[in-house]
């Protein structure tokens, strides 16, 4: 039978895309549309939801994210992960382009350091080790961990007014639904015990996975009020590329590559993704 993992990745890339439009379709309303915040938040999103642009962006980005999981069922997931990061790439050159948004040098630094630094992890995967059933436990802790450091950057004013907060907490929110949903994973195991639709049902981490999502989508929406979204996309992908990552070592038993290029790859992935990130939130309007 014929290799179609090249059919796949394609797949991959038209999910990249399509992502990225209904992104853009988001981010064109930023400013128009109301933040979510305080006890107007269930206002807010209503208004979303009845603004006919917003809506059809969020179609879109369902159709790709459906599209992106049914590439992910035929293709290496290190291989799609590098796919995926052409939706930073498009994403960027849509808003240049049709938003006419800019940015100085030092930021255009900072959003390749985060485009080339995600490729380099995406392609350190290959070197890990196989991921164990998860440690509820860890998983929690690491949770807790991780909503810490989401809260952390509100405590800044200017990373707070400026919609980077917002941003950086979506990334982090995406990067825990993408664990819950590894760890709904494990209900399609040959020895699970109960029928697949009960154990949907009856677990946690899928409930877990639908509010972390929810909370992500809101919180980037409220950062394309405040920002540009050529810099709170990549923001906002980089933490929710490394969330899964760092949680993956500590609540699936991976571990990094210990030697070679993967390693390297690894380490200076972290690395690149940490000092461009600082790049972008410390650039000016």
Request: aromatic letters at 6%; one cysteine or more.
């Amino acid at each position: 039978m014929a290799d179609r993992t090249p059919l796949f990745l394609a797949l991959g890339i038209v999910a990249s895309v399509l992502l990225a439009l209904g992104l853009v379709m988001m981010k064109s309303r930023g400013k128009a549309l109301p933040p979510a915040t305080g006890r107007g938040i269930g206002r807010a999103i209503r208004g979303w939801l009845r603004d006919p642009v917003w809506l059809g962006g969020l179609g879109v980005q369902l159709v790709g994210y459906a599209l992106y999981v049914i590439a992910l069922s035929g293709s290496p997931v290190s291989l799609l992960a590098v796919m995926m990061q052409g939706g930073i790439a498009v994403f960027v050159v849509i808003t240049v382009i049709f938003l006419h948004e800019r940015a100085s040098g030092r930021e255009w630094l900072g959003i390749g350091g985060v485009v080339a630094a995600m490729i380099l992890l995406s392609l350190s995967l290959r070197g890990g080790a196989a991921a164990s059933a998860a440690n509820s436990y860890t998983l929690g802790a690491t949770s807790i961990g991780a909503l810490g450091l989401a809260i952390a950057p509100f405590a800044n004013s200017r990373l707070r007014a400026g919609g980077l907060a917002s941003a950086l907490a979506s990334g982090v929110a995406f990067g825990l639904g993408s664990l819950y949903a590894k760890a709904v994973t494990e209900i399609f195991a040959p020895a699970a015990s109960q029928p697949i639709a009960t154990a949907l049902l009856t677990d946690p981490w899928l409930y877990l996975a639908i509010v972390a999502n929810l909370s992500g989508l809101v919180l980037l929406q409220n950062s394309f009020h405040w920002a540009r979204g050529i810099i709170a996309m990549p923001l906002s992908s980089a933490c929710s590329n490394l969330v899964p990552i760092v949680g993956g070592i500590l609540a699936f038993g991976e571990r990094i590559p210990a030697a070679g290029a993967p390693a390297t790859m690894r380490v200076a992935a972290f690395a690149l993704t940490i000092l461009s990130g600082g790049l972008l939130a410390t650039g000016r309007e």
